[in-house]
């Protein structure tokens, strides 16, 4: 038996497991918290308000995202909110940096040359543990795919869809079709890329998770990495140069 596949449907949709007039009043509530908090942010920028006032704003919008993004996504397996949970942690990060960083200031908490030293220092640690959130974010994902997806099948990249509008910022989602247990599945990789990694056609080995099929992993070396080695390498060095004095 073989699965349908039509190339218009979007992929990654949000959709609810029950429709619940409660949650719905509370998802709406976020979402308009997240337009306010980002909406907000952008008229500070134009007005060029204290960059740190915008940090708050900005952090509290994405906070509000995550939270809207979290709530909303029916996810059957953990991995799959971690995206929207790094999204809140980076508005909270954020938002907690300018509202910390626009107090000490305010209160002249460290005067002069002190003050430049803090932010540095700030800087430095936001390197440092944006880079490690990254690889440990990467990790997590991999191992948790890794360890339900056990049966290796030959897979054929049967479309490679585009999201968004086609600019530099096109992603693509690469499509797969493989069988196993005697049906055909055709299935979207569940990430995206601003490349094409294979092209239609292509036949590679992917993982299946056996208790659920439609459940897959392809093993990739994902190049986002190198950046988050970059941004721990730059933190260490601040780090080393500000804390320790090197």
Not at 21 to 48: C, D, Q, S
Not at 55 to 64: D, I, K, R
Not at 182 to 209: H, L, S, W
Request: net charge neutral.
């Amino acid at each position: 038996m073989k699965m349908k596949y039509n190339p218009e449907e979007e992929y990654f949709p949000i959709t609810y497991e029950n429709f619940d007039l409660n949650r719905a009043k509370a998802n709406i509530i976020y979402a308009v918290l997240a337009l306010i908090g980002l909406v907000t942010a952008a008229v500070f920028m134009i007005l060029e308000f204290d960059k740190r006032i915008t940090g708050t704003a900005v952090g509290f919008g994405f906070m509000m995202l995550g939270i809207f993004t979290i709530k909303i996504t029916v996810s059957d397996y953990p991995e799959e909110r971690l995206e929207s949970t790094g999204l809140f942690i980076l508005g909270a990060l954020t938002l907690l940096v300018s509202l910390f960083t626009l107090i000490v200031d305010k209160l002249n908490i460290f005067p002069g040359e002190e003050y430049e030293l803090f932010k540095d220092k700030l800087i430095s640690f936001a390197f440092l543990t944006g880079g490690a959130y990254g690889l440990i974010y990467e990790k997590i994902v991999a191992y948790l795919k890794k360890n339900r997806c056990t049966e290796c099948v030959a897979a054929t990249c049967i479309d490679t869809v585009a999201t968004g509008a086609k600019t530099k910022d096109t992603m693509y989602i690469h499509v797969w079709e493989y069988t196993t247990n005697g049906f055909t599945y055709t299935n979207p990789e569940n990430r995206r890329y601003f490349a094409k990694k294979n092209r239609i056609g292509d036949i590679r080995d992917i993982y299946v998770n056996p208790d659920d099929p439609e459940d897959i992993y392809v093993n990739r070396f994902h190049r986002r990495n190198i950046v988050y080695v970059l941004f721990v390498i730059v933190g260490v060095i601040l780090t080393a140069r500000f804390f320790v004095g090197i």
